[in-house]
């Protein structure tokens, strides 16, 4: 059995929070967390004295730690101030990957070489990051990256051939830190520490003692990565090849750009055209070399790691984040002095695709859904990013606050939190057309009288027809509500107590009532009957959506 290389691992605690914290010019005391989908997905250590962990909701950490300053998550803020770390770490130690902002592998032979052993290379590696960007960092050194990834977390010096041991006692939760290599299936990893647990399996050592056929058949194939990993071996079995020079792409960018997001719009199409070829062979890229030169023959490159094959997007993704820290000139790196003039992607290794297996619809790497980013990536080159968008449902009151639409490639994010309460929501299912603007209409009852609605949130007379914008009108064959709605109520409190008027703005108070109708089906039509969510706002009738 092979014996994994040597690495050598430098991680910066909290880095998502550090770099929000430094972006906002904040000092390293200030409690600070940084949250995705309402929930701590980094914290500050002041804010962990206070009781804030990874995972809580908003709500709740925020009611340990009161002056908790708040911020959303942001791979591009993480990965641009990052730049300097890697660009310091780069002036001492060649080969240096990025496995994600924060987190560094190195081979440790070549630093044991040059400055007489791993222990002195990792201190006068701590020594330039700190003289250069003054950040906190910790040093581990291992057999293997997952092992060295935890011995950094501890800032151990594992001796060869000693992986195993120290990975053997430490909890079966370590798993997750396979999260760092597989980005979106940390969640994954999750799920297989809490079977583990009930199985009562506690540490590392124990579910490395399982046969591998065993977890296989038990856990599903999946498992067999932290399986490994947890034995102290590499995160993937030895099946990598050297890719073809033929598969490495290069742009020239004429006129040079010195702008990140139009050097990115030439990063997607170059990303499909290398996953092109790669599919064309059966391959799929786990590391990334990314080389961008000047006019002026200035040059940055990177190797990126995952253990996961990269998709078009996550390849785009990846080129941004490195370009943004270089062009912005932050740290002590100087910005080039000349536009950006050639970008080239070269897979530093590949594996089959074969054993690459997604989920039927949300595949990534189908050929349908390589067209169609393939197309969505020439549109938006033509006429712009806002050209193509994709629609994210999100939370809030209003069917308009839910949905946010964001150009397609960027971060699909909601504008506000799914998982928070939202009293007063409307219930599944959501209508299906929701016009930009609500249509105006008029409800009347039996008698022709239009419906109000009274002071004590009632209807005047039950509806019997609704009329819409165009004369349109139909017979009401079913109806349910009123239900009261009232948003930001409080501030016109404030602005009484302070003697001052509330400002115009989308955030006013509001106060409205939903009523759901079913119209029937026009003589003729065959639409057959239809449903409506209406609103009563400032003394009229409007409809906001239509159930179909």
Same mark, same amino acid.
């Given at each position: 059995?092979?014996?994994?290389?040597?690495?050598?691992?430098?991680?910066?605690?909290?880095?998502?929070?550090?770099?929000?914290?430094?972006?906002?010019?904040?000092?390293?005391?200030?409690?600070?967390?940084?949250?995705?989908?309402?929930?701590?997905?980094?914290?500050?250590?002041?804010?962990?004295?206070?009781?804030?962990?990874?995972?809580?909701?908003?709500?709740?950490?925020?009611?340990?730690?009161?002056?908790?300053?708040?911020?959303?998550?942001?791979?591009?803020?993480?990965?641009?101030?990052?730049?300097?770390?890697?660009?310091?770490?780069?002036?001492?130690?060649?080969?240096?990957?990025?496995?994600?902002?924060?987190?560094?592998?190195?081979?440790?032979?070549?630093?044991?070489?040059?400055?007489?052993?791993?222990?002195?290379?990792?201190?006068?590696?701590?020594?330039?990051?700190?003289?250069?960007?003054?950040?906190?960092?910790?040093?581990?050194?291992?057999?293997?990256?997952?092992?060295?990834?935890?011995?950094?977390?501890?800032?151990?010096?594992?001796?060869?051939?000693?992986?195993?041991?120290?990975?053997?006692?430490?909890?079966?939760?370590?798993?997750?830190?396979?999260?760092?290599?597989?980005?979106?299936?940390?969640?994954?990893?999750?799920?297989?520490?809490?079977?583990?647990?009930?199985?009562?399996?506690?540490?590392?050592?124990?579910?490395?003692?399982?046969?591998?056929?065993?977890?296989?058949?038990?856990?599903?194939?999946?498992?067999?990565?932290?399986?490994?990993?947890?034995?102290?071996?590499?995160?993937?079995?030895?099946?990598?090849?050297?890719?073809?020079?033929?598969?490495?792409?290069?742009?020239?960018?004429?006129?040079?750009?010195?702008?990140?997001?139009?050097?990115?719009?030439?990063?997607?199409?170059?990303?499909?055209?290398?996953?092109?070829?790669?599919?064309?062979?059966?391959?799929?890229?786990?590391?990334?070399?990314?080389?961008?030169?000047?006019?002026?023959?200035?040059?940055?490159?990177?190797?990126?790691?995952?253990?996961?094959?990269?998709?078009?997007?996550?390849?785009?993704?990846?080129?941004?984040?490195?370009?943004?820290?270089?062009?912005?000139?932050?740290?002590?790196?100087?910005?080039?002095?000349?536009?950006?003039?050639?970008?080239?992607?070269?897979?530093?290794?590949?594996?089959?695709?074969?054993?690459?297996?997604?989920?039927?619809?949300?595949?990534?790497?189908?050929?349908?859904?390589?067209?169609?980013?393939?197309?969505?990536?020439?549109?938006?080159?033509?006429?712009?990013?806002?050209?193509?968008?994709?629609?994210?449902?999100?939370?809030?009151?209003?069917?308009?606050?839910?949905?946010?639409?964001?150009?397609?490639?960027?971060?699909?994010?909601?504008?506000?939190?799914?998982?928070?309460?939202?009293?007063?929501?409307?219930?599944?299912?959501?209508?299906?057309?929701?016009?930009?603007?609500? *249509?105006?209409?008029?409800?009347?009852? @039996? #008698?022709?009288?239009?419906?109000? =609605?009274?002071? $004590? !949130? %009632?209807?005047?007379? &039950?509806?019997?027809?609704?009329?819409?914008?165009?004369?349109?009108?139909?017979?009401?064959?079913? *109806?349910?509500?009123?239900?009261?709605? @009232? #948003?930001?109520?409080?501030?016109? =409190?404030?602005? $009484? !107590? %302070?003697?001052?008027? &509330?400002?115009?703005?989308?955030?006013?108070?509001?106060?409205?009532?939903?009523?759901?109708?079913?119209?029937?089906?026009?003589?003729?039509?065959? #639409?057959?009957?239809?449903?409506? =969510?209406?609103?009563?706002?400032?003394?009229?009738?409007?409809?906001?959506?239509?159930?179909?």
């Amino acid at each position: 059995m092979a014996v994994p290389a040597r690495r050598l691992v430098l991680w910066c605690p909290d880095w998502p929070v550090v770099a929000a914290a430094r972006a906002a010019e904040l000092g390293p005391l200030v409690p600070a967390a940084v949250f995705l989908a309402n929930r701590v997905v980094a914290c500050s250590a002041t804010a962990r004295e206070s009781g804030v962990r990874r995972g809580m909701r908003r709500r709740e950490a925020q009611g340990r730690c009161p002056e908790l300053v708040v911020f959303d998550h942001d791979p591009s803020r993480d990965a641009r101030l990052f730049e300097p770390v890697v660009g310091a770490v780069e002036e001492l130690v060649p080969g240096v990957e990025v496995v994600r902002p924060g987190l560094i592998a190195v081979p440790a032979r070549g630093p044991a070489r040059y400055f007489g052993g791993e222990e002195l290379a990792a201190e006068r590696l701590l020594d330039q990051v700190d003289a250069q960007t003054g950040v906190e960092c910790r040093i581990g050194v291992a057999d293997g990256l997952f092992a060295a990834i935890l011995a950094a977390r501890r800032a151990r010096h594992v001796p060869p051939g000693a992986s195993a041991e120290f990975l053997a006692p430490l909890p079966v939760e370590e798993v997750e830190q396979l999260g760092d290599l597989l980005g979106p299936k940390r969640s994954a990893q999750a799920e297989l520490v809490d079977l583990l647990r009930r199985l009562g399996i506690r540490a590392l050592g124990e579910f490395a003692a399982l046969g591998a056929s065993e977890v296989s058949t038990r856990f599903g194939s999946g498992a067999l990565l932290a399986h490994r990993a947890a034995r102290g071996l590499e995160e993937r079995p030895v099946e990598r090849r050297q890719p073809p020079p033929e598969l490495a792409v290069t742009e020239e960018l004429d006129p040079p750009v010195d702008r990140v997001d139009r050097a990115a719009f030439a990063a997607k199409a170059l990303a499909d055209e290398l996953h092109a070829k790669l599919d064309s062979r059966g391959l799929a890229c786990t590391r990334l070399g990314i080389s961008a030169r000047t006019a002026n023959g200035e040059e940055l490159h990177r190797v990126w790691r995952c253990a996961e094959p990269l998709t078009p997007a996550a390849t785009a993704d990846r080129v941004r984040w490195q370009l943004d820290g270089w062009l912005g000139g932050r740290g002590d790196r100087q910005r080039p002095t000349a536009g950006l003039g050639e970008l080239s992607l070269l897979p530093a290794e590949v594996v089959g695709s074969g054993g690459l297996q997604l989920d039927l619809l949300d595949s990534a790497t189908g050929e349908a859904a390589s067209r169609a980013a393939r197309a969505f990536a020439r549109v938006q080159g033509m006429l712009g990013p806002e050209a193509v968008l994709t629609g994210v449902l999100g939370g809030g009151r209003d069917l308009r606050d839910r949905v946010r639409l964001v150009p397609w490639g960027d971060e699909r994010s909601p504008a506000l939190p799914d998982d928070a309460p939202w009293p007063g929501r409307v219930p599944a299912p959501s209508p299906t057309v929701v016009p930009d603007e609500p *249509w105006p209409a008029g409800v009347r009852d @039996a #008698e022709g009288d239009p419906v109000r =609605l009274t002071e $004590r !949130g %009632a209807l005047s007379g &039950a509806p019997s027809r609704v009329e819409v914008s165009g004369g349109r009108s139909r017979a009401v064959v079913g *109806w349910a509500g009123p239900w009261p709605v @009232a #948003e930001r109520w409080w501030i016109d =409190l404030l602005a $009484r !107590g %302070a003697g001052r008027t &509330a400002p115009e703005s989308r955030a006013r108070p509001r106060a409205l009532a939903r009523l759901q109708v079913v119209l029937e089906a026009e003589t003729g039509s065959e #639409e057959g009957e239809v449903a409506l =969510l209406l609103i009563h706002e400032r003394g009229d009738w409007w409809v906001q959506g239509v159930y179909r």
